[in-house]
């Protein structure tokens, strides 16, 4: 079993940044064997993938909307991800989850990711 914990949303005018983090935990959980992502969910929509990142922060994709405002990373000593974002605009605003990967690559497939966050709130105003 495998516990994540998100942290750092909140209220941001647009243009601005936040910074998210997701730590995991678990007893039998080797963090830097899989891969990690960042979904994000708004209200009446589906989820969608934000970012992913592999094994050893070899290789990233990003959805189209937040190519070049945000950043994935990783840090496997501290067995967390994050999610850095500048210019935040009104269309980011949604619950954001981070997932672990079946295995150690990235994917854009929402059926790959074995264990979810709770999820933390992140608001843009305009």
């Known amino acids: 079993q495998v516990q994540l914990v998100e942290s750092g949303g909140g209220l941001v005018q647009a243009g601005g940044s936040l910074r998210l983090s997701c730590e995991a935990a678990g007893r039998t959980f080797t963090f830097d064997n899989y891969a990690m992502a960042w979904f994000r969910q708004a209200p009446g929509k589906e989820r969608e993938l934000v970012a992913t990142?592999?094994?050893?922060?070899?290789?990233?994709q990003y959805a189209d909307s937040v190519k070049g405002r945000f950043t994935i990373s990783r840090d496997n000593a501290k067995i967390t991800v994050y999610l850095q974002m500048n210019s935040l605009k009104p269309e980011d605003t949604a619950i954001y989850y981070c997932?672990?990967?079946?295995?150690?690559?990235?994917?854009?497939?929402?059926?790959?990711?074995?264990?979810w966050g709770q999820g933390t709130q992140v608001t843009v105003s305009s």
């Open positions: 990142i592999n094994w050893n922060s070899g290789t990233k």
């Open positions: 997932a672990v990967a079946k295995g150690p690559w990235e994917t854009r497939s929402f059926n790959e990711y074995d264990y």
